[in-house]
Protein backbone atom coordinates (compact mmCIF):
# COMPACT_ATOMS: atom_id res chain seq x y z
CA UNK A 1 0.00 0.00 0.00
CA UNK A 2 1.13 3.20 -0.92
CA UNK A 3 1.38 6.77 1.04
CA UNK A 4 1.81 10.38 1.07
CA UNK A 5 3.85 11.75 3.82
CA UNK A 6 2.74 15.79 5.06
CA UNK A 7 4.92 17.40 7.65
CA UNK A 8 7.38 14.59 7.80
CA UNK A 9 9.63 15.76 10.44
CA UNK A 10 12.22 13.96 10.48
CA UNK A 11 10.51 10.70 9.93
CA UNK A 12 8.84 8.91 12.98
CA UNK A 13 5.83 8.34 11.63
CA UNK A 14 7.55 7.45 8.22
CA UNK A 15 9.38 5.10 9.42
CA UNK A 16 6.44 3.77 11.50
CA UNK A 17 4.26 3.23 8.63
CA UNK A 18 7.60 1.55 6.48
CA UNK A 19 7.51 -0.82 8.90
CA UNK A 20 4.03 -1.41 8.98
CA UNK A 21 4.23 -2.38 5.01
CA UNK A 22 3.34 1.25 3.03
CA UNK A 23 5.17 2.26 0.79
CA UNK A 24 6.00 6.07 0.68
CA UNK A 25 5.41 8.41 -2.49
CA UNK A 26 6.75 11.55 -1.41
CA UNK A 27 7.58 13.47 1.70
CA UNK A 28 6.72 17.18 2.21
CA UNK A 29 8.50 19.29 4.34
CA UNK A 30 9.97 22.99 4.88
CA UNK A 31 12.71 22.56 7.77
CA UNK A 32 16.02 21.80 6.13
CA UNK A 33 17.25 19.68 8.81
CA UNK A 34 14.78 17.33 8.73
CA UNK A 35 14.66 17.28 5.38
CA UNK A 36 18.54 16.21 5.40
CA UNK A 37 17.66 13.43 8.17
CA UNK A 38 14.93 12.38 5.91
CA UNK A 39 17.40 11.79 2.91
CA UNK A 40 19.83 9.89 4.96
CA UNK A 41 17.05 7.13 6.05
CA UNK A 42 15.34 7.32 2.99
CA UNK A 43 15.12 7.60 -0.70
CA UNK A 44 16.12 11.47 -1.42
CA UNK A 45 14.46 11.58 -4.59
CA UNK A 46 11.16 11.17 -2.44
CA UNK A 47 12.12 14.09 -0.17
CA UNK A 48 10.68 17.52 -1.31
CA UNK A 49 11.98 20.62 0.66
CA UNK A 50 9.04 23.17 -0.12
CA UNK A 51 6.10 25.19 2.03
CA UNK A 52 2.99 22.62 1.77
CA UNK A 53 1.23 25.44 0.45
CA UNK A 54 2.99 25.75 -2.91
CA UNK A 55 3.19 22.11 -3.28
CA UNK A 56 1.27 20.30 -6.13
CA UNK A 57 -0.66 17.55 -4.80
CA UNK A 58 -1.48 16.20 -8.27
CA UNK A 59 2.03 15.61 -9.47
CA UNK A 60 1.72 12.55 -6.54
CA UNK A 61 -0.01 9.41 -8.51
CA UNK A 62 -2.24 6.62 -6.48
CA UNK A 63 -1.86 6.93 -2.91
CA UNK A 64 -3.80 4.46 -0.61
CA UNK A 65 -3.58 7.16 2.24
CA UNK A 66 -2.25 10.77 3.81
CA UNK A 67 -0.69 10.67 7.37
CA UNK A 68 1.60 13.15 8.89
CA UNK A 69 1.70 15.81 11.64
CA UNK A 70 0.55 19.16 10.95
CA UNK A 71 2.50 21.60 12.56
CA UNK A 72 1.12 21.21 16.54
CA UNK A 73 2.41 24.73 17.65
CA UNK A 74 -0.79 26.41 17.37
CA UNK A 75 -2.43 23.79 20.01
CA UNK A 76 0.60 23.03 22.44
CA UNK A 77 0.10 23.90 26.09
CA UNK A 78 3.13 25.63 25.90
CA UNK A 79 2.90 27.67 22.91
CA UNK A 80 0.95 30.41 22.57
CA UNK A 81 -2.31 28.86 21.61
CA UNK A 82 -3.80 30.74 18.81
CA UNK A 83 -5.24 27.80 16.94
CA UNK A 84 -6.91 29.05 14.11
CA UNK A 85 -5.65 32.76 14.57
CA UNK A 86 -1.75 30.88 13.96
CA UNK A 87 -0.18 31.05 10.66
CA UNK A 88 1.51 27.47 11.64
CA UNK A 89 -2.07 25.92 11.57
CA UNK A 90 -1.78 23.36 8.80
CA UNK A 91 -4.51 21.51 9.17
CA UNK A 92 -6.07 23.35 5.64
CA UNK A 93 -3.51 22.06 3.58
CA UNK A 94 -3.96 18.66 5.22
CA UNK A 95 -7.33 18.76 3.67
CA UNK A 96 -6.11 20.16 0.47
CA UNK A 97 -4.20 17.21 0.14
CA UNK A 98 -7.19 14.99 0.94
CA UNK A 99 -9.68 16.80 -1.39
CA UNK A 100 -6.67 16.61 -4.57
CA UNK A 101 -5.85 12.92 -4.20
CA UNK A 102 -9.18 11.49 -2.94
CA UNK A 103 -7.00 9.10 -0.88
CA UNK A 104 -8.58 5.59 0.35
CA UNK A 105 -7.62 6.80 4.21
CA UNK A 106 -5.58 9.33 6.46
CA UNK A 107 -4.13 9.39 9.81
CA UNK A 108 -2.67 12.49 11.15
CA UNK A 109 -0.79 13.26 14.83
CA UNK A 110 -1.37 16.06 17.03
CA UNK A 111 -0.57 17.13 20.29
CA UNK A 112 -3.24 16.58 23.44
CA UNK A 113 -3.72 20.13 23.68
CA UNK A 114 -5.88 20.01 20.52
CA UNK A 115 -8.39 18.95 22.68
CA UNK A 116 -8.50 21.88 24.87
CA UNK A 117 -12.04 23.45 25.77
CA UNK A 118 -10.62 26.50 24.21
CA UNK A 119 -10.66 24.91 20.84
CA UNK A 120 -13.20 22.58 21.31
CA UNK A 121 -15.26 24.76 17.92
CA UNK A 122 -12.15 24.73 15.95
CA UNK A 123 -11.63 21.03 15.92
CA UNK A 124 -15.01 20.14 15.63
CA UNK A 125 -14.57 22.31 11.97
CA UNK A 126 -11.35 20.07 11.78
CA UNK A 127 -13.00 16.95 11.67
CA UNK A 128 -15.99 17.76 9.72
CA UNK A 129 -13.62 19.51 7.40
CA UNK A 130 -12.08 16.17 7.20
CA UNK A 131 -15.30 14.51 6.76
CA UNK A 132 -16.21 16.50 3.56
CA UNK A 133 -13.04 18.06 2.20
CA UNK A 134 -14.89 18.48 -0.98
CA UNK A 135 -16.74 21.21 0.86
CA UNK A 136 -14.00 24.32 1.26
CA UNK A 137 -15.28 27.57 3.13
CA UNK A 138 -16.82 30.07 0.30
CA UNK A 139 -15.08 33.39 0.16
CA UNK A 140 -16.45 36.23 2.80
CA UNK A 141 -17.36 33.40 4.98
CA UNK A 142 -16.02 32.83 8.73
CA UNK A 143 -14.72 29.50 9.46
CA UNK A 144 -17.45 29.35 12.22
CA UNK A 145 -19.98 30.62 9.68
CA UNK A 146 -18.66 27.19 8.38
CA UNK A 147 -19.03 25.16 10.89
CA UNK A 148 -22.76 26.20 11.41
CA UNK A 149 -23.14 25.22 7.54
CA UNK A 150 -21.49 21.95 7.89
CA UNK A 151 -23.12 20.59 10.82
CA UNK A 152 -26.25 20.61 9.29
CA UNK A 153 -25.31 18.43 6.40
CA UNK A 154 -26.33 14.79 6.73
CA UNK A 155 -23.73 12.37 6.13
CA UNK A 156 -26.11 9.83 4.33
CA UNK A 157 -27.32 12.41 1.79
CA UNK A 158 -24.45 14.14 1.10
CA UNK A 159 -23.17 13.03 -2.49
CA UNK A 160 -19.62 14.35 -2.58
CA UNK A 161 -16.29 13.45 -1.41
CA UNK A 162 -16.89 12.29 2.14
CA UNK A 163 -14.90 9.93 4.78
CA UNK A 164 -15.34 8.53 7.82
CA UNK A 165 -13.41 9.98 10.63
CA UNK A 166 -12.56 9.26 14.37
CA UNK A 167 -10.54 10.59 16.97
CA UNK A 168 -8.66 9.01 20.10
CA UNK A 169 -6.43 10.46 22.31
CA UNK A 170 -3.78 7.95 23.19
CA UNK A 171 -0.64 7.63 25.78
CA UNK A 172 2.53 6.56 23.79
CA UNK A 173 3.74 4.26 26.74
CA UNK A 174 0.35 2.47 26.36
CA UNK A 175 1.53 0.73 23.32
CA UNK A 176 5.09 -0.30 24.22
CA UNK A 177 7.06 2.96 23.81
CA UNK A 178 9.36 4.01 26.84
CA UNK A 179 7.62 7.29 27.15
CA UNK A 180 4.73 9.13 28.58
CA UNK A 181 3.63 10.47 25.73
CA UNK A 182 -0.29 11.69 25.32
CA UNK A 183 -0.93 12.53 21.19
CA UNK A 184 -4.25 13.00 19.27
CA UNK A 185 -4.56 10.48 16.32
CA UNK A 186 -7.15 11.01 13.32
CA UNK A 187 -8.18 8.36 11.52
CA UNK A 188 -10.30 8.66 8.40
CA UNK A 189 -11.87 6.22 5.48
CA UNK A 190 -13.75 7.29 2.15
CA UNK A 191 -16.87 6.49 2.91
CA UNK A 192 -17.13 4.29 0.07
CA UNK A 193 -14.67 1.72 2.02
CA UNK A 194 -16.53 0.52 4.45
CA UNK A 195 -14.03 -0.78 6.59
CA UNK A 196 -13.96 -1.61 10.73
CA UNK A 197 -11.40 0.30 12.32
CA UNK A 198 -10.58 -1.04 15.32
CA UNK A 199 -7.67 1.04 17.41
CA UNK A 200 -4.32 -0.84 18.45
CA UNK A 201 -4.54 -2.76 21.65
CA UNK A 202 -2.25 -1.87 24.91
CA UNK A 203 0.73 -3.57 25.96
CA UNK A 204 0.20 -4.49 29.53
CA UNK A 205 4.00 -4.18 30.68
CA UNK A 206 5.46 -0.67 30.60
CA UNK A 207 8.89 -0.56 29.29
CA UNK A 208 11.48 1.90 31.27
CA UNK A 209 14.37 4.17 30.20
CA UNK A 210 16.26 1.19 31.41
CA UNK A 211 14.75 -1.16 29.16
CA UNK A 212 15.69 0.89 26.36
CA UNK A 213 19.03 2.34 26.94
CA UNK A 214 20.25 -0.08 29.96
CA UNK A 215 23.02 -1.88 27.36
CA UNK A 216 24.42 1.90 26.87
CA UNK A 217 24.92 2.58 30.02
CA UNK A 218 26.12 -0.52 31.42
CA UNK A 219 28.69 -0.67 29.04
CA UNK A 220 32.24 -0.51 29.71
CA UNK A 221 35.03 0.17 27.39
CA UNK A 222 33.09 -0.35 24.14
CA UNK A 223 32.83 1.48 20.90
CA UNK A 224 29.82 3.65 21.37
CA UNK A 225 27.32 4.93 18.38
CA UNK A 226 28.42 8.15 17.33
CA UNK A 227 25.38 10.14 18.52
CA UNK A 228 26.16 8.72 21.45
CA UNK A 229 27.90 12.07 23.02
CA UNK A 230 27.35 13.49 26.60
CA UNK A 231 26.41 16.57 27.02
CA UNK A 232 27.00 18.61 30.21
CA UNK A 233 25.46 21.47 31.84
CA UNK A 234 22.31 19.84 33.39
CA UNK A 235 20.71 20.83 36.89
CA UNK A 236 18.02 20.16 38.90
CA UNK A 237 15.79 22.94 39.93
CA UNK A 238 11.97 23.58 41.11
CA UNK A 239 9.92 21.86 38.02
CA UNK A 240 13.21 21.17 36.62
CA UNK A 241 13.93 17.47 37.82
CA UNK A 242 14.68 15.18 34.64
CA UNK A 243 13.16 11.25 33.99
CA UNK A 244 13.85 8.79 36.45
CA UNK A 245 16.00 5.82 34.77
CA UNK A 246 14.13 2.71 36.33
CA UNK A 247 10.83 4.44 34.51
CA UNK A 248 8.89 5.69 31.43
CA UNK A 249 10.33 8.82 30.49
CA UNK A 250 8.39 11.94 30.50
CA UNK A 251 7.36 13.47 27.21
CA UNK A 252 11.10 14.49 25.26
CA UNK A 253 10.36 17.85 23.86
CA UNK A 254 11.28 19.90 21.07
CA UNK A 255 11.20 23.24 23.19
CA UNK A 256 11.41 26.73 21.12
CA UNK A 257 14.26 28.10 23.84
CA UNK A 258 16.11 25.47 25.51
CA UNK A 259 14.01 22.52 27.05
CA UNK A 260 11.58 23.47 29.95
CA UNK A 261 11.06 21.05 32.82
CA UNK A 262 14.04 19.02 32.54
CA UNK A 263 12.20 16.02 30.28
CA UNK A 264 15.31 15.56 28.09
CA UNK A 265 17.73 14.44 31.05
CA UNK A 266 17.78 11.28 32.94
CA UNK A 267 18.26 10.83 36.67
CA UNK A 268 19.73 7.84 37.67
CA UNK A 269 19.13 5.85 41.07
CA UNK A 270 22.21 7.44 42.66
CA UNK A 271 21.16 10.91 42.39
CA UNK A 272 23.47 11.48 39.42
CA UNK A 273 21.51 13.73 36.66
CA UNK A 274 22.58 14.44 33.08
CA UNK A 275 20.83 15.02 29.78
CA UNK A 276 19.94 12.35 27.26
CA UNK A 277 22.27 12.14 24.48
CA UNK A 278 20.84 12.02 20.46
CA UNK A 279 21.24 8.01 20.31
CA UNK A 280 19.33 7.29 24.06
CA UNK A 281 16.21 10.27 23.03
CA UNK A 282 16.19 8.19 19.61
CA UNK A 283 16.25 5.16 21.26
CA UNK A 284 13.30 6.28 23.68
CA UNK A 285 11.31 7.60 20.98
CA UNK A 286 11.64 3.58 19.56
CA UNK A 287 13.87 5.22 16.07
CA UNK A 288 16.37 1.86 14.81
CA UNK A 289 19.32 2.43 16.64
CA UNK A 290 21.17 3.16 12.77
CA UNK A 291 19.05 5.77 12.01
CA UNK A 292 20.52 8.68 11.41
CA UNK A 293 19.44 12.75 12.79
CA UNK A 294 21.23 15.22 10.85
CA UNK A 295 22.25 18.44 13.25
CA UNK A 296 24.16 19.40 16.49
CA UNK A 297 22.44 18.22 19.66
CA UNK A 298 20.02 20.95 20.25
CA UNK A 299 19.09 20.58 16.55
CA UNK A 300 18.67 17.09 16.61
CA UNK A 301 16.77 16.95 19.75
CA UNK A 302 14.38 19.40 18.40
CA UNK A 303 13.38 16.66 15.53
CA UNK A 304 13.33 13.70 17.95
CA UNK A 305 11.15 16.34 20.00
CA UNK A 306 8.63 16.67 17.47
CA UNK A 307 8.55 13.20 16.04
CA UNK A 308 5.77 10.08 16.38
CA UNK A 309 7.30 7.42 18.23
CA UNK A 310 8.43 4.63 15.51
CA UNK A 311 6.74 1.75 17.32
CA UNK A 312 3.28 3.34 18.04
CA UNK A 313 3.57 4.58 14.38
CA UNK A 314 3.82 1.36 13.37
CA UNK A 315 1.23 -0.14 15.45
CA UNK A 316 -1.27 2.26 14.09
CA UNK A 317 -0.11 1.52 10.52
CA UNK A 318 -0.65 -2.05 11.19
CA UNK A 319 -4.18 -1.31 12.12
CA UNK A 320 -4.70 0.86 9.03
CA UNK A 321 -3.53 -2.33 6.53
CA UNK A 322 -6.01 -5.17 8.34
CA UNK A 323 -8.78 -2.22 7.92
CA UNK A 324 -7.98 -1.63 4.34
CA UNK A 325 -7.46 -5.56 3.78
CA UNK A 326 -10.18 -6.55 5.43
CA UNK A 327 -12.84 -4.07 3.80
CA UNK A 328 -15.92 -4.99 4.16
CA UNK A 329 -18.82 -5.64 1.35
CA UNK A 330 -21.93 -4.89 3.26
CA UNK A 331 -23.84 -1.28 3.91
CA UNK A 332 -23.98 -1.35 7.67
CA UNK A 333 -24.40 1.88 9.58
CA UNK A 334 -21.73 4.79 9.46
CA UNK A 335 -20.37 5.77 12.69
CA UNK A 336 -18.67 9.29 12.99
CA UNK A 337 -17.27 10.59 16.21
CA UNK A 338 -17.58 14.51 16.11
CA UNK A 339 -16.41 16.39 19.21
CA UNK A 340 -18.72 17.74 22.38
CA UNK A 341 -19.99 21.47 21.26
CA UNK A 342 -19.03 24.36 23.57
CA UNK A 343 -21.28 24.62 26.14
CA UNK A 344 -24.62 26.69 25.51
CA UNK A 345 -24.02 29.98 26.90
CA UNK A 346 -20.36 30.29 24.82
CA UNK A 347 -22.94 29.04 21.91
CA UNK A 348 -24.52 31.63 21.94
CA UNK A 349 -22.04 34.25 23.20
CA UNK A 350 -20.55 33.19 19.51
CA UNK A 351 -23.57 33.44 17.60
CA UNK A 352 -23.63 37.12 18.79
CA UNK A 353 -20.34 37.77 17.90
CA UNK A 354 -20.40 35.97 14.35
CA UNK A 355 -23.95 38.03 13.93
CA UNK A 356 -22.31 41.13 14.47
CA UNK A 357 -19.79 40.52 11.91
CA UNK A 358 -21.71 39.15 9.44
CA UNK A 359 -22.43 41.54 6.29
CA UNK A 360 -24.86 39.54 4.59
CA UNK A 361 -24.89 38.15 0.93
CA UNK A 362 -26.98 39.14 -2.07
CA UNK A 363 -29.20 37.16 -3.19
CA UNK A 364 -29.77 36.12 -7.02
CA UNK A 365 -28.78 32.80 -9.38
CA UNK A 366 -25.88 30.68 -9.06
CA UNK A 367 -24.95 28.33 -11.94
CA UNK A 368 -25.61 24.46 -11.72
CA UNK A 369 -21.64 23.74 -11.89
CA UNK A 370 -21.14 26.24 -9.10
CA UNK A 371 -23.78 25.58 -6.05
CA UNK A 372 -22.84 21.51 -6.86
CA UNK A 373 -19.65 22.14 -6.03
CA UNK A 374 -20.38 23.69 -3.14
CA UNK A 375 -23.75 23.85 -1.28
CA UNK A 376 -23.60 26.33 1.08
CA UNK A 377 -23.82 28.65 -2.24
CA UNK A 378 -27.21 27.78 -3.12
CA UNK A 379 -29.26 30.72 -3.33
CA UNK A 380 -26.77 32.69 -2.88
CA UNK A 381 -24.92 35.11 -5.21
CA UNK A 382 -21.61 34.91 -6.32
CA UNK A 383 -21.11 38.58 -7.76
CA UNK A 384 -20.97 41.68 -6.56
CA UNK A 385 -23.89 43.69 -5.04
CA UNK A 386 -25.40 46.20 -8.03
CA UNK A 387 -24.06 49.67 -8.45
CA UNK A 388 -26.01 52.51 -7.67
CA UNK A 389 -28.48 54.25 -10.45
CA UNK A 390 -25.88 57.05 -10.28
CA UNK A 391 -22.77 54.91 -10.60
CA UNK A 392 -24.06 53.34 -13.40
CA UNK A 393 -25.57 56.21 -15.55
CA UNK A 394 -23.36 59.43 -14.63
CA UNK A 395 -21.37 58.88 -17.50
CA UNK A 396 -24.05 59.65 -19.79
CA UNK A 397 -24.98 62.72 -18.21
Not at 45 to 65: A, G, N, Q, W, Y
Request: charged fraction near 25%.
Amino acid sequence: MTCLELFSGCGGLAKGLELAGFEHRAFVEFNKWACKSLRENFAPSLVHETDIRKFDFKSICDVDIVAGGPPCQPFSLGGLAKAYDDARDMFPEAIRAIHELHPRGFIFENVKGLLRKSFTDYFSYIILRLTYPDCAIPEGKTWREHLAFLEKLDFKKYSGLKYQVQYKLVNAVDYGVPQNRERVFIVGFRSDVRVDWKWPDAVTKRRTIADAIGHLVNARGECHPKDHIRVSGAREYPGHSGSDYNSPSKTIKAGAHGVPGGENMIRFPDGKLRYMTVHEAKLIQTFPADYKISGSWGEAMRQIGNAVPVQLAEKMGRQMIAALNGVRKDAGPIKIIYPKRAPVVEQLRLAIETKKKYKGVAKGRVSKKSSAANPMLKGKASVKPPKSVKARYGKHG
